[in-house]
């Protein structure tokens, strides 16, 4: 009985060698087979159209900058020229936003999230504030840093319904029942 154990054991421990060995042709990316397409710089889009890639031609994996379309090629595309197209830098924590001088969230949505960590930086757990456009300030209830998202995106918006069609109204907060001579 010991004995057939120990011999399992030696045969999962041992090595294995593959019945075919692959050779490093097979698996080597030929470079004659792409054709030569230019792809065009951030620069030169100007439509929507522009956002969609060439595609890979038949027979090959495409790379990201063949198959990226829409936000995510014009973030590729960025990247590739040095541009941070998003403005993905962390917002200023050096100093406590008050209403007369909030830190400014810039955002082309019609809302946008920012996590604040607290005056100096990670004095709290992150609390995550929502702006919009109807409501674009907002305060942290830890510290009491003043957030104001500024709308950075296209002024004539056709989908944005600001009577919300159905009635919506946006939910109540405490700074609904601060009396004005507070503010």
């Given at each position: 009985?010991?004995?057939?154990?120990?011999?399992?054991?030696?045969?999962?421990?041992?090595?294995?060698?593959?019945?075919?060995?692959?050779?490093?042709?097979?698996?080597?990316v030929?470079?004659?087979?792409?054709?030569?397409?230019?792809?065009?710089?951030?620069k030169?889009?100007?439509?929507?159209?522009?956002?969609f890639?060439?595609?890979?031609?038949?027979?090959?994996?495409?790379?990201?900058?063949?198959?990226?379309?829409?936000?995510?090629?014009?973030e590729i595309?960025?990247?590739?020229?040095?541009?941070?197209?998003?403005?993905?830098?962390?917002?200023?924590?050096?100093?406590?936003?008050?209403?007369?001088n909030?830190?400014?969230?810039?955002?082309?949505?019609?809302?946008?999230?920012?996590?604040?960590?607290?005056?100096?930086?990670?004095?709290?757990?992150?609390?995550?504030?929502g702006?919009?456009?109807?409501?674009?300030?907002?305060?942290?209830p830890?510290?009491?840093?003043?957030?104001?998202?500024?709308?950075v995106?296209?002024?004539?918006?056709?989908?944005?319904?600001h009577?919300?069609?159905?009635?919506w109204?946006?939910?109540?907060?405490?700074?609904?029942?601060?009396?004005?001579?507070?503010w």
């Amino acid at each position: 009985m010991l004995l057939q154990r120990s011999a399992l054991a030696i045969a999962r421990r041992a090595a294995v060698a593959p019945a075919v060995r692959r050779s490093l042709a097979t698996s080597a990316v030929r470079r004659d087979a792409v054709p030569d397409t230019k792809i065009k710089g951030i620069k030169e889009v100007k439509t929507v159209d522009d956002l969609f890639g060439p595609g890979a031609p038949a027979g090959t994996v495409p790379t990201d900058i063949e198959q990226s379309t829409g936000l995510e090629r014009l973030e590729i595309l960025g990247k590739m020229e040095s541009v941070d197209v998003f403005d993905m830098r962390p917002l200023d924590a050096s100093r406590l936003g008050t209403l007369a001088n909030p830190v400014v969230v810039r955002s082309a949505g019609d809302e946008q999230f920012a996590g604040c960590t607290g005056v100096p930086a990670d004095s709290h757990n992150v609390i995550w504030l929502g702006m919009s456009r109807e409501r674009p300030i907002e305060r942290c209830p830890e510290c009491g840093s003043v957030y104001k998202m500024e709308y950075v995106g296209p002024q004539e918006d056709h989908h944005h319904d600001h009577g919300h069609g159905h009635g919506w109204q946006e939910p109540k907060t405490m700074a609904d029942y601060v009396k004005p001579e507070y503010w």
